[in-house]
């Protein structure tokens, strides 16, 4: 874990000694297609361009040229990506023989089981009522059913908080007590970059991070580090963004904010917790490394 440790501190050492360093994370949309139509997701909506599998290998070096250790392949749904006889798992196959830590979201109704991913996360945002309001009727049951196949309590989940369901996350936390290794939270962002029905303000979502707090210390399965969690109750919060590359279906890399070629910026709506996460490692704030390493290398991370 040391090695793991100082490898992935490298950007901040270098932040010291005002350097420039290389992106950490890359989310790379592989496809926009998706099989749900969920209420907060904007990806569904669009179409463009997609690459065969030489173009998606081709992406991958132009990613770990950039520097890149740690690689999402999100959506859209990622896992309905195919070029001919080749699918999402030779995509994760390659990548792994370029980045230290592959890992990839899903919206759970597809088996993910066999997947040589790192790290998978499951989209999951309430209790059934809530989450298949949000994502479509018997959504819930699928991906719970699912959760126990393939996730064999290792699975993470990603749940992004909005107005419809923040009153409902300690009971969602409360189900997945001990199916899951962990639930990652995320703000709902307006991509439009004006808030709308679904936004929830910095002052409605602090008494959510005050129990989420809570319950993280009673053991339920709450994986952004306390610190993150109180940086969520701040109305903005700061972000180096430099830390982050993006890759779109069509190939096109950037670096810097995930919103780039993919929404207006607004940083006092912002919900990308997990970019907070990352600045505060990156600070040297050792609880958010800790947890960096935790989730996205496991065991592995004394391998880096």
């Known amino acids: ?42 990806y569904w909506k669009r179409n463009g361009e997609e690459l ?21 392949l ?32 899903t919206n759970g109704t597809l088996p993910w089981d066999g997947l040589p991913a790192d790290r998978i996360w499951v989209s999951l945002d309430g209790p059934r009522a809530v989450h298949d309001e949000i994502r479509g009727e018997g959504v819930f049951d699928r991906v719970l059913s699912n959760i126990a196949r393939c996730g064999q309590g290792h699975a993470f989940v990603s749940t992004t908080i909005n107005r419809r369901n923040a009153g409902s996350i300690p009971e969602m936390l409360s189900i997945l007590r001990g199916k899951v290794q962990g639930v990652t939270i995320q703000f709902y962002y307006p991509y439009g970059g004006l808030p709308d029905n679904l936004f929830l303000s910095p002052e409605d979502r602090s008494p959510l991070m005050d ?24 109305s903005v919060w700061t972000c180096e963004d430099g830390l982050l590359a993006n890759a779109e279906p069509d190939g096109t890399i950037s670096r810097g904010c995930y919103l780039k070629n993919r929404g207006a910026s607004v940083c006092s709506l912002c919900g990308f917790t997990a970019h907070n996460e990352m600045t505060l490692a990156f600070r040297g704030r050792w609880e958010s490394i800790r947890t960096g390493l935790d989730i996205f290398f496991g065991r592995t991370a004394t391998a880096l």
């Open 74 to 105: 999100e959506g859209g749904e990622p896992l309905l990506w195919r070029d001919r006889h080749y699918g999402i798992t030779d995509v994760i196959t390659a990548a792994r023989q370029r980045f230290p830590s592959v890992c990839i979201t």
């Open 52 to 72: 065969d599998f030489g173009g998606v290998i081709a992406t991958l070096d132009g990613l770990r040229r950039l520097g890149v250790r740690i690689l999402i």
């Open 211 to 234: 129990e989420l707090i809570r319950l993280k210390t009673l053991g339920y399965p709450v994986a952004n580090s306390i610190s993150s969690l109180l940086e969520m109750k701040k």
């Open 1 to 42: 874990m040391i090695r793991g440790a100082v490898r992935f501190g490298v950007p901040f050492s270098r932040y010291l000694l005002g350097m420039k360093f290389p992106p950490v994370l890359a989310g790379y949309k592989i496809t926009h297609r998706c099989n749900l139509r969920c209420m907060h997701c904007p």
